[in-house]
């Protein structure tokens, strides 16, 4: 089966950091992907990990580790146009396959 | 270099209708792929298609839903005979190559409704 989680929902106040931690079980494994997604919008790509060990790109990073089947998406800096849902995507060898998303809502 | 292109991006039906949803892929991308967003929830794959061929059904309905993706023209989703629970946003995406070679590149949605 395909498994994908994600914590639903979060909160953090403006310069703060934040961890979106996102776990998988999946029967093929290609990498895995973030993208974000503000309401009403499409999703649109942040990162992608498909060894081990943490990815850096600006205030995004994401960290990998494929034998615990473990991801997290670490933002700095929170600015309120941040708020939006964060989406965990493993690439299965032929598609992706998405979890439910995780929800931030940055507050002043 | 215009992106995934999708229309109508508002859709509303009564049930028992037709709907019809198309998808531009991005200009040199052979690579289709259609995504079903309910409200709150996230991403439910539907099917995977190249030029012609059908690669990957596995998250269709068997029934009222089925896509193309013609040698001219866009990939198009097609939904006979709506019901209300096929009230959610369907996104179109593409890539140049299959998903574990790069990433999705994704429309801006078709919001469907039936009433």
């Known amino acids: 089966g395909q498994n994908i989680d994600q914590p639903t929902e979060m909160t953090a106040t403006e310069g703060a950091i934040v961890q979106i931690n996102c776990t998988y079980q999946?029967?093929?494994?290609?990498?895995l992907f973030w993208y974000q997604q503000h309401a009403g919008e499409a999703p649109t790509f942040l990162s992608y990990?498909?060894?081990?060990g943490l990815e850096e790109k600006g205030r995004f990073s994401s960290f990998l580790s494929r034998s615990k089947g473990y991801s997290y998406l670490l933002l700095k800096e929170l600015q309120m146009k941040d708020s939006a849902s964060y989406l965990c995507?493993?690439?299965?060898?032929?598609?992706?396959?998405f979890g439910t998303g995780t929800r931030l809502q940055v507050f002043p | 270099n215009a992106g995934v292109m999708q229309n109508p991006r508002h859709l509303v039906r009564r049930r028992g209708q037709e709907a019809r949803l198309r998808c531009s892929p991005m200009?040199?991308?052979?690579?289709v792929y259609w995504y079903r967003q309910l409200p709150e929830e996230g991403l439910k794959f539907m099917v995977y298609l190249q030029k012609e061929n059908i690669i990957d059904e596995s998250g269709m309905p068997k029934e009222r839903f089925s896509a193309e993706f013609p040698k001219e023209g866009p990939s198009i989703l097609r939904i006979q005979q709506v019901v209300r629970g096929d009230s959610a946003a369907y996104f179109c995406a593409s890539s140049p190559s299959q998903a574990n070679t790069g990433e999705l590149f994704f429309g801006e949605g078709s919001r469907l409704t039936v009433l």
């Open positions: 200009k040199g991308h052979s690579h």
């Open positions: 995507a493993v690439d299965n060898t032929d598609k992706l396959i």
């Open positions: 999946t029967s093929g494994f290609n990498g």
């Open positions: 990990n498909v060894l081990d």
